[in-house]
């Protein structure tokens, strides 16, 4: 059978157009590469199951005592959520191909009987729609790769953030845990001496009770101590995707100590708005919707827009060219445009937004972080020394049978009181700093409610 001489020639220039379409590029790991740099972040090989080498760091790192860098490191490494995220940036590769492709041709073969005898005739159809708007559907693909990239850049942040938090809090508890401890003892010995005294007369029935009052509300707070170590173990074993064998975590004694000044910066509303993921995230989706508006304005009347060429096999000369579209008679798709419209209308006021809480999170984590510096400075440089200070030299009057035992208890309370919350203050600092830094990248990490009050400890009792 042969095919017609303008056929061959539509099909021949149809591939020279299919050869030199270039298919998109696929850089949709720019923003998440950044990030991970920034961060000195190794990221996952996806698909995990295909490698070892993320399984073989995540061991090594759980090996060593954990520090702010290696559970972000872990949980970039191990976190099933951002794994999950990672695996579905490539549904946006796949669609931004899709995109760059053009529409396949449509090829129709029909043979008739007539007078001479039976005929053959060829139809070829191609979506003309398709073609003259691939450019514009391909910009609309590489916008939505472009959120799609930024949310997971911001995702990085959050979880970056988020192991940090749960790292700062798993140590302060443990601390204290392990120093509340070590007051049971002491305050365990000192009740079965007071009570001792009082079976003997020497002391009176309100300074026993007292004595075994502070006992009982050392268990208490050491009851609570306990429950927030393992609250905050879990929520870190959450963080980092560990279950099993890999919950043994080596955590360090305490957190890193306080820095002799706070960094400066500056001018950190305008440094946020310039880098934050979420804003530029916002002005990609915006940019998407502009995209959209101008195809569905170009477009309006031209959907359903195709040609077909026939012709037929016996006849060269007998060919036809059929042009087809819509007759917008019904709908003018003027609600479609009023709908896209609508939607940029939307997109702007929700970036302008999420500007205004930008500057609102900055401000006041650098305030609360300010505050938490002063705060903790003031417990290391002031309160503590001055309640180790005064417990010595109240150990010194007791050895010389100034003070009696309920006089040193009521003292060791104090001091317990102030060594927990200086605990609380600098895990406070700590997570003041982390929730800071991720301002000027993300939306901030809301406050944890689960934070004890260390300075709600039972008062000293009175002498």
């Known amino acids: 059978m042969r095919i017609p001489t303008i056929t061959k020639t539509l099909l021949l220039s149809t591939a020279v157009v299919l050869a030199g379409c270039v298919s998109p590029a696929l850089e949709l790991s720019q923003q998440v590469a950044q990030q991970a740099n920034r961060e000195q972040l190794q990221l996952p090989v996806l698909p995990t199951t295909l490698s070892s080498d993320s399984s073989a760091a995540v061991k090594g790192l759980l090996q060593q005592s954990l520090s702010f860098q290696s ?103 443990e601390q204290r845990l392990n120093y509340l401890l070590q007051v049971q003892e002491a305050i365990d010995a000192s009740a079965e001496l007071a009570n001792r005294m009082y079976q003997v007369g020497n002391y009176s029935p309100l300074q026993q009770a007292r004595a075994q009052k502070y006992a009982a509300e050392v268990k208490l707070q050491l009851a609570q101590a306990q429950q927030q170590q393992v609250q905050s ?53 915006l940019a998407a919707m502009a995209a959209q508006l101008e195809l569905t304005q170009s477009s309006r009347f031209l959907r359903g827009l195709d040609a077909e060429l026939s012709g037929s096999a016996q006849h060269s000369d007998s060919r036809s060219l ?115 830094e991720q301002s000027l990248w993300g939306a901030a990490a809301p406050t944890s409610s689960a934070q004890p009050e260390a300075s709600s400890a039972a008062a000293p009792a009175g002498h």
């Open 71 to 173: 559970v972000a490191q872990i949980a970039v490494l191990n976190n099933p959520d951002f794994l999950a995220a990672m695996a579905a940036l490539n549904v946006s590769k796949a669609d931004l191909q899709q995109a760059g492709l053009l529409p396949n041709p449509g090829l129709s073969i029909s043979r008739n009987r007539g007078e001479e005898g039976y005929e053959t005739e060829l139809e070829f159809g191609f979506d003309l729609f398709g073609l003259l708007f691939r450019k514009h559907n391909l910009a609309i693909a590489q916008q939505q790769a472009n959120q799609q990239q930024y949310q997971l850049a911001e995702l990085l942040v959050a979880l970056v953030a988020q192991s940090r938090l749960a790292l700062a809090e798993a140590v302060t508890a």
């Open 233 to 285: 173990r879990e929520a870190l074993y959450r963080q980092l995707g560990l279950w099993g064998g890999d919950l043994a975590l080596q955590l360090p004694t305490q957190l890193p100590d306080l820095p002799n000044s706070l960094p400066s910066v500056p001018d950190a509303e305008q440094l946020a708005l310039s880098q934050r993921l979420d804003l530029q995230q916002a002005r990609a989706s």
């Open 322 to 436: 059929t042009l087809g579209f819509e007759l917008p008679l019904f709908d003018r798709h003027s609600a479609r445009l009023t709908k896209v419209q609508a939607q940029l209308q939307q997109q702007f006021y929700l970036a302008q937004a999420k500007a205004v809480n930008a500057r609102s999170e900055v401000r006041m984590n650098q305030a609360t972080l300010a505050q938490n510096y002063a705060i903790a400075r003031h417990y290391q440089q002031q309160l503590v020394p001055l309640a180790k200070r005064i417990n010595q030299e109240n150990v010194l009057r007791y050895n010389g049978m100034l003070i009696g035992v309920f006089e040193l208890i009521a003292d060791t309370q104090a001091q317990v009181d102030t060594i927990t919350a200086a605990m609380q203050a600098l895990n406070n600092f700590h997570q003041a700093r982390i929730r800071f």
